[in-house]
């Protein structure tokens, strides 16, 4: 296998884990959707002091991991490359913000390096919910969700189709791999003479395939909108999901636990 | 009933692929469009389903091809697409496969229904919940045709439905179109294919109609054929 076929690989896994079952996997679309957003929108509302506050915000995507037995491992492989560039956000605090925040012992730390841990973390943390929403729900009932949500519909198939598209693209670069490497023996990539005519060449062919993978939508009948895989009635444990979740997570934000768990113990 | 009257179509000004084609295939039969590489066989196809347009007429049970006809001309033809990984778009076969009854406004159960008649008639139930890319050729092109037969379309159009298939398949595919009561255009260069299942055969050559009769009779026509730069069905070559 090539890069490409490795890319192509991975992206049809996720549509594998999306499929596998467990309460998580079961539960409705829209209500995973919705916790998501809101376990996001408050992770990145803390403070950028407010480190002690956001690590309690770990436990929720633990707890996916293990209900939905979905691998941490399987996460961290996946985000490889951009876990990296979403940790580097905040790599610049400490030298701006130098003032001593709070002393460990002989240790004074700053504010910059409390800010930028605390900036790690959220990145993080929001990457971790958007891979356990992609990997326990299939892109279908997510753009179903979407549309429950009074997403517009134009929106919702473009993002579909974009989804689609990617594979389409990586397919066409992979089969375009193999066939210059295979006449290209011992080089160990696309020598840089040649990406200019193999971009323009992929480009075409990908345009090409797209518009034929249209028309043959077309011809079967699309117009306007999908039928999404009917995700089923939004149900009771949905429902109590949704709002237990969204409740726990403003407890987390807006009450200082850790502070007062430590002073349980410290008094 | 589908009609060609003087259709020319030119993908580049100055370089027409079909030059003043007219013909009519009527309700139920089944012919076979056959014609070099480059003859303008797949182009005469996506013309009849309003793909490409062209200049003069193309009617479909009395519609004209037109962008206000398309939907209704549309869900009378199936169209079995030359290259199969075009043709498919949905992550599984399942998914692919009842992507047009649910978008004809059939509920799930019956578009299920369809589904799995289409899978029992090719014997390919195990494809069901494959992922489309992970099938091999010949696989992906027998799932393409499963597609179209969950359609349950009036007309039948096939580009070169038998390529990439091994002999096995190739014989399912064979004898499901004869079994088949639609209408059926079929391009091929597997002209064994096209006498077992084509009643009639259309020839062209350059995109212009050569000959147009009996399948029987212009498969038999040796000096013609190869002027078109074709040879024989194996069957009556004699080897
Ligand atoms: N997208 C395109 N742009 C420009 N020319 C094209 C395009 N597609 C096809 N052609 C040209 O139109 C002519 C007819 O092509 P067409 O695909 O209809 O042939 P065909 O009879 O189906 O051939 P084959 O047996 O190889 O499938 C060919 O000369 C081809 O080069
Ligand atoms: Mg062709």
Known sequence: ?267 | MIEFQNVSFAYDKGSPVIRDLSFRVEDGQSVGLIGANGAGKSTVMKLLLGLLTGEGKILVDGLEVRKENLFQIRRKLGFVLQNSDNQMFMPTVYEDMIFAPLNYGLSRPEAEARVDRALGLLGLEELKHRHNHKLSGGEKRMAAIATILAMEPEAILMDEPTAALDPYNRRIVINIIRGLSQTKIITSHDLDMILDTCDRVILLSHGELVADGPADAILRDKALLERNRMELPLRFSGK
């Open chain 1, 1 to 267: 296998m090539n890069k490409m076929e490795t890319a192509l690989h991975e992206l049809s896994q996720m549509d594998e884990l999306a499929a596998q079952s467990s309460p998580i996997h079961r539960l409705h679309p829209a209500a995973k959707l919705l916790t998501t957003i809101v376990y996001i929108v408050l992770t990145v509302s803390f403070p950028k002091y407010a480190l002690s506050g956001l690590i309690p915000m770990v436990l929720w995507p633990v707890l996916l991991f293990q209900i939905s037995a979905i691998p941490v491992r399987t996460c961290f492989y996946k985000l490889r490359i951009v876990l990296p560039l979403v940790m580097a956000v905040g790599l610049f605090n400490p030298f701006f913000d130098r003032a001593p925040l709070l002393s460990l012992g002989a240790l004074t730390v700053s504010g910059g390096v409390v800010s930028m841990v605390t900036l790690m973390l959220k990145g993080l943390f929001c990457l971790m919910a958007s891979f356990l929403l992609m990997a326990t729900t299939p892109i279908d009932s997510l753009c179903s969700a979407l549309r429950k949500l009074h997403m517009p519909g134009l929106i919702v198939t473009l993002l579909l189709l974009t989804y689609r598209y990617v594979g389409v693209m990586t397919e066409e670069l992979a089969i375009m791999t193999d066939a210059y490497l295979l006449r290209a023996p011992g080089q160990k990539g696309i020598h840089i003479s040649a990406w200019g005519s193999f971009l323009g060449q992929l480009l075409l062919r990908s345009m090409d395939r797209a518009q034929e993978l249209y028309g043959s939508m077309l011809l079967r009948g699309y117009h306007e909108h999908f039928h999404y895989a009917e995700a089923g009635p939004f149900r009771l444990r949905d429902g109590l999901y949704t709002l237990g979740c969204g409740l726990v997570f403003l407890l987390l934000r807006f009450v200082p636990v850790t502070r007062l768990l430590g002073s349980l113990f410290v008094r």
